[in-house]
């Protein structure tokens, strides 16, 4: 797979790529796939990787009183990782599996690290990414406070219009803090 192709214009986005740049993502991430079902990242583990998804949906989960609650979603052209794991290399809570047969783009974060320090640029395209992610995580919040059962499905229709059709009812239901026949009415309603 070719970075050149499929990543960069991600980071374009965001910043200008010098060459030198390009040439220092293209020697750090790795490609990796992984099946329907695979677990991505362990919560047993330290995240020490971020994978950039170019083909297929995993989602981010943890696990309460025996029941996985899923937490998000991410498809193509985003970046899934644990993040507090990621950043503080510490255990967490989150587990990450794929949802579909995935294509990723894998970053190890000591080769972030080492972008960050050598590419400044790296650094505004973090803080401008994770504006959006921020953003999402404030909408979330609110939406999960603020609304009913059915404008939290309506809120995760909009947020996940390109997929929420592929997320199996279940885990729907778990994201959204209802139970799976209350999201059968609610679909039904429609």
């Known amino acids: 797979m070719n970075p050149e192709e499929l990543l960069f214009p991600h980071f374009e986005k965001y910043i200008k790529l010098s060459d030198s740049l390009k040439k ?9 796939t992984f099946k329907k079902g695979e677990l991505i990242h362990d919560a047993d583990a330290i995240c020490t990787k971020s994978y950039f998804i170019l083909k297929g949906l995993v989602r981010t ?6 029941k996985e609650i899923s937490e998000y979603f991410s498809d193509q052209g985003e970046w899934t990782n644990s993040p507090r794991s990621f950043i503080q290399r510490q255990l967490d809570i989150y587990y990450i599996d794929a949802l579909e047969n995935t294509e990723t783009f894998c970053l190890h974060v000591n ?8 590419f400044p640029e790296m650094e505004r ?3 401008l ?3 959006t ?17 059915k404008e939290k499905y309506l809120h995760f229709c909009e947020v996940y219009r390109g997929v929420y059709h592929r ?6 239901a778990s994201y959204l803090g209802i ?3 209350t999201l059968s009415r609610i679909r039904a309603e429609k």
């Open 125 to 127: 395209y973090s803080r």
């Open 167 to 172: 997320i199996p009812l279940g885990m729907v």
């Open 24 to 32: 220092e993502l293209a020697e750090r991430v790795k490609f990796k």
């Open 129 to 131: 990414s994770m504006g």
């Open 179 to 181: 139970s799976q026949e």
């Open 111 to 118: 080769d972030l690290m080492f972008l960050f320090e050598n």
């Open 61 to 66: 989960y943890f696990i309460k009183d025996g």
């Open 133 to 149: 992610v921020f953003g999402h995580l404030m909408e979330r919040i609110t939406s999960m406070r603020f609304t009913t059962a």
